[in-house]
């Protein structure tokens, strides 16, 4: 099993980035559900937004929301969050993470709750 997140870098302030997190071993070990976290420097990580692989709105945190957006591509088990406007705030370290079932949505933002996790991609947001 296999989480490779990539697409961080440096960008301005306003810019925009995509990331995507690609998948391996799915189907095999039954990862329905996606999330991705952030962890600036001295900081706990933070929940961004989750979705699932079957269908449903994707959910963001009401910190990105209007700016992020996540999807997916069934086909090349690939999730992509999309970040416009950034602003210093968001620069951190990008996880993304997967799990079996799907969680409720108070439970979405706990890191413990996800089997899998991938290395992490860093975006930085500077002028």
């Known amino acids: 099993v296999q989480l490779q997140a990539s697409g961080g870098g440096l960008v301005q302030p306003g810019g925009s980035l995509r990331l995507s997190c690609l998948v391996s071993g799915r189907r095999q070990f039954n990862m329905n559900f996606m999330a991705w976290f952030r962890q600036a420097s001295g900081k706990e990580r933070e929940f961004v937004g989750s979705?699932?692989?079957?269908?449903?709105?994707?959910y963001l945190a009401n910190s990105v929301k209007g700016r992020f957006t996540i999807s997916r591509d069934n086909t090349k088990d690939t999730v992509y969050l999309q970040m416009n406007d950034l602003k210093p705030e968001d620069t951190a370290v990008y996880f993304c993470?997967?799990?079996?079932?799907?969680?409720?949505?108070?439970?979405?933002?706990?890191?413990?709750?996800?089997?899998?996790w991938g290395q992490g991609t860093q975006v930085t947001v500077s002028s």
């Open positions: 993470a997967a799990r079996s079932n799907r969680l409720v949505l108070s439970e979405q933002p706990n890191p413990r709750a996800y089997e899998w």
């Open positions: 979705i699932t692989w079957g269908g449903g709105s994707p």
